[in-house]
């Protein structure tokens, strides 16, 4: 996949795991990047080498704030709207921002779009397809979402921003599209974040029990997050409008992962069973077709490397 020659992108929610590592991808391949974040849950510590970096502009504000947007000096011809607390422990901590930046946030970002003649691209999510009835989830499929669920103002704050950008799209012709990412890690994620891989692993690395919700048996399909990041930006320069689906194609079950990072790590943690939380999806995996045949874009690293991968990030980030 060949990169795309942005001249300057602006990245909300910039500060967080996956906005960081796209700003770091963007300046890499030459782009000036503005990332825009309010550090609710994102950190600047992931962007601290960066800001050494000509062409990087970090800005602290809320992509609520219209004025943050309109205001912003210069003209973007890449939007990347990212910024939204995507962890459960995260969502649930800040419902109503979680609605306010998947609805004001959105508008003001596509209205930022729009006024640049920019390339705007919307980072949905699998929560969309809720618990599936269908596997794996293809981009045609609705969902099984519950609209009043402990999930909900995550799930529901996506499905309106997809909404939203698709009649922005029809009533002003605005260039945009959207990524629905899968169960994304790596390095940058926080220990505390409440998803599985980042609490296994600092679980395991500090000898405590791993805390596997329910019997285990519940599937998730993990994608690295270079991968991750390659799917994005192979949509945001294909022109396509999307949905487009992002994510894993090996599926295993939480007790398996749990299990595999405590022989990765070396740990002498067991496993402990809690309570599995409502609504939480039983089964998870992408259909990736469309990105295979639209974007050439399919999954390198497995979820073996990619994990021993993650677990050198975390290890070091725990001696530092």
Not at 286 to 312: C, K, M, N, V
């Amino acid at each position: 996949m060949s990169a795309h020659a942005w001249r300057r992108a602006l990245v909300t929610g910039g500060a967080g795991f996956v906005g960081s590592h796209l700003c770091a991808r963007l300046v890499a391949d030459g782009t000036d990047v503005v990332c825009l974040d309010n550090l609710a849950t994102g950190s600047r510590a992931n962007v601290a080498e960066l800001e050494q970096r000509r062409g990087f502009r970090f800005v602290r504000a809320d992509a609520t704030d219209p004025a943050a947007l309109r205001d912003l000096p210069g003209r973007f011809d890449l939007v990347l709207h990212f910024a939204c607390p995507a962890s459960p422990a995260d969502y649930l901590r800040l419902p109503l921002e979680t609605l306010d930046v998947g609805s004001t946030g959105t508008r003001n970002a596509l209205e930022r779009a729009r006024a640049d003649g920019a390339r705007l691209l919307l980072a949905s999510t699998s929560e969309v397809y809720g618990d599936p009835l269908e596997h794996p989830q293809h981009e045609g499929y609705w969902g099984n979402v519950n609209p009043i669920g402990p999930r909900s103002v995550y799930d529901e704050s996506k499905r309106f921003a997809e909404a939203l950008l698709t009649a922005h799209r029809q009533v002003h012709g605005t260039d945009a599209a959207i990524v629905r990412i899968f169960n994304t890690y790596g390095p940058r994620m926080r220990t505390g974040d409440g998803r599985a891989v980042p609490a296994f692993v600092s679980q395991a690395l500090d000898g405590a029990p791993l805390t596997v919700a329910g019997d285990g048996g519940q599937t998730r399909s993990l994608c690295y997050v270079d991968d991750t990041v390659d799917g994005v930006l192979a949509l945001a320069a294909s022109g396509a409008d999307g949905p487009v689906n992002i994510g894993g194609a090996e599926e295993i079950t939480m007790l398996e992962l749990a299990r595999r990072i405590i022989e990765l790590t070396g740990s002498s943690s067991r496993i402990r069973f809690v309570e599995r939380p409502a609504d939480d999806p039983a089964r998870r995996r992408p259909d990736t077709r469309l990105a295979r045949e639209l974007l050439g874009w399919q999954q390198r690293i497995g979820w073996s490397e990619g994990l021993e991968r993650t677990i050198g990030w975390f290890t070091h980030a725990v001696a530092a």
